[in-house]
C-alpha cells in the first residue's frame, strides 16, 4: 500500500527546528563569554596577552577546516576578540601577522559566513591613510563584487573612511540589493560627515528606490 505524503510540518520536524534554533543561541552566548573574559571587557582589568595569544594561536590552527561551521566561527571568534581588546594591548608581530594572513585567506572563502566574518577580523589591519593598503583593497573589491549582500554590507561596516572607500561607499548606493541601499544610508549617517562629499555625490545618494518604508527611515533621510 502507498502511503501519501502530507504537507504538514511533523511534530518531530518542529521540534527539530527548535532545537537547532536553540543550539545557535547557546553557541553565540558561548562565544560572546569567552569573548568577554579574554578581553576583560577592555575596562576592568590588564588583558592577559600571554593568553590571547595562546588562545588565538590555537583556534588559528583550524581556520583552514574542511568544516565550514569550524571555519565560521573561528573567523568569529579571532574576530571578536581582536576588536574587544583595548587600544593600549600589546600583541606579538607574529600573531599580528598570523591573524591578518590567516582573514585575508578567508575572505575569499566558499561560505558567506565565513568571509563576512573574516572581514570584520580584519578591521584594525586597516590603513585608511595608504592608497595602497592590501586590506583596504580587499574590502573595497569585496564591497563592490562579492555575490553574497551580507559580505557587501559586512565590508560596507568596516572598511574606515576615506577619499577611495567614501567613494566606493557611495557606489552601494546603487546595489542591486534594497537592503545593502538602506544599510549604505546608515554606513553614510554615521561614518561620513557631509562636508567630505562634493556637491554631485551629494545629488546622487538618492538615485534608486528604497524598500517600504520603515521606522528608521525618515530618521537616515533627516539626518542626511
Known amino acids: 500500500m502507498q502511503v501519501e505524503a502530507s504537507s504538514a510540518v511533523s511534530p518531530d520536524r518542529q521540534g527539530f527546528h527548535t532545537h537547532v534554533?536553540?543550539?545557535?543561541?547557546?553557541?553565540?552566548?558561548?562565544?560572546?563569554?569567552v569573548v568577554s573574559f579574554t578581553t576583560i571587557d577592555g575596562t576592568k582589568s590588564t588583558v592577559d596577552e600571554d593568553f590571547v595569544q595562546h588562545l588565538c594561536m590555537l583556534l588559528l590552527r583550524l581556520v583552514s577546516s574542511k568544516d565550514k561551521a569550524v571555519r565560521w566561527r573561528v573567523a568569529q571568534l579571532v574576530g571578536s576578540m581582536f576588536n574587544a581588546l583595548p587600544e593600549e594591548t600589546e600583541v606579538s608581530d607574529e600573531l599580528f601577522e598570523k591573524v591578518e594572513t590567516s582573514m585575508r585567506e578567508r575572505c575569499a572563502d566558499k561560505d558567506p559566513?565565513?568571509?563576512?566574518?573574516?572581514?570584520?577580523?580584519?578591521?584594525?589591519?586597516?590603513?585608511?591613510?595608504?592608497?595602497?593598503?592590501?586590506?583596504?583593497?580587499?574590502?573595497?573589491?569585496?564591497?563592490?563584487?562579492?555575490?553574497?549582500?551580507?559580505?557587501?554590507?559586512?565590508?560596507?561596516?568596516?572598511?574606515?573612511?576615506?577619499?577611495?572607500?567614501?567613494?566606493?561607499?557611495?557606489?552601494?548606493?546603487?546595489?542591486v540589493s534594497p537592503e545593502v541601499r538602506l544599510h549604505t544610508l546608515e554606513v553614510i549617517t554615521d561614518k561620513v560627515e557631509m562636508r567630505w562629499l562634493s556637491i554631485s555625490q551629494r545629488v546622487c545618494t538618492f538615485p534608486r528606490p528604497f524598500p517600504p518604508p520603515r521606522p528608521r527611515k525618515p530618521r537616515l533621510c533627516r539626518d542626511l
Open 113 to 175: 559566513r565565513v568571509r563576512a566574518w573574516a572581514i570584520k577580523a580584519l578591521f584594525r589591519f586597516q590603513n585608511p591613510a595608504d592608497p595602497d593598503d592590501p586590506v583596504v583593497s580587499e574590502l573595497i573589491r569585496l564591497m563592490s563584487e562579492d555575490g553574497d549582500k551580507g559580505v557587501r554590507m559586512a565590508a560596507e561596516s568596516t572598511v574606515a573612511p576615506s577619499r577611495a572607500t567614501i567613494r566606493a561607499i557611495l557606489d552601494r548606493i546603487r546595489d
Open 21 to 33: 534554533v536553540s543550539q545557535r543561541f547557546a553557541v553565540e552566548h558561548v562565544i560572546d563569554f
